[in-house]
């Protein structure tokens, strides 16, 4: 299994990004996937996660500004981000379901 996260970089406040994750070596349309962050000095958080049938779920504080969208065509999990704010700043991560796989993660840095 592995997941390839691409798509960071420095951003100003109220810039948007997409990130994406590139996932190889199980069968990607029949799992569902999670995009998690990680700040300095905090716990790994739950972003956003869509299920194998593509229903999905936010964190409260990105609800209305990011979206997750899945193309199993492509084996990619993606992550629009919008009106970002400098406390999404973060290393973000992609996880399969539930299971103990993740990226390598990709910096977010929001700048204000």
């Known amino acids: 299994v592995q997941l390839v996260e691409s798509g960071g970089g420095l951003v100003q406040a109220g810039g948007s990004l997409r990130l994406s994750c590139a996932a190889s070596?199980?069968?990607?349309?029949?799992?569902?996937m999670g995009w998690y962050r990680q700040a300095p000095g905090k716990q790994r958080e739950l972003v956003a996660f869509?299920?194998?049938?593509?229903?999905?779920t936010y964190a409260d504080s990105v609800k209305g500004r990011f979206t997750i969208s899945r193309d199993n065509a492509k084996n990619t999990v993606y992550l629009q981000m919008n009106s970002l704010k400098p406390e999404d700043t973060a290393v973000y991560y992609c996880?399969?379901?539930?299971?103990?796989?993740w990226g390598q993660g990709t910096q977010v840095t929001v700048s204000s």
């Open positions: 070596g199980y069968i990607f349309s029949i799992n569902a």
């Open positions: 869509i299920s194998s049938g593509g229903g999905t």
């Open positions: 996880r399969r379901g539930s299971y103990d796989y």
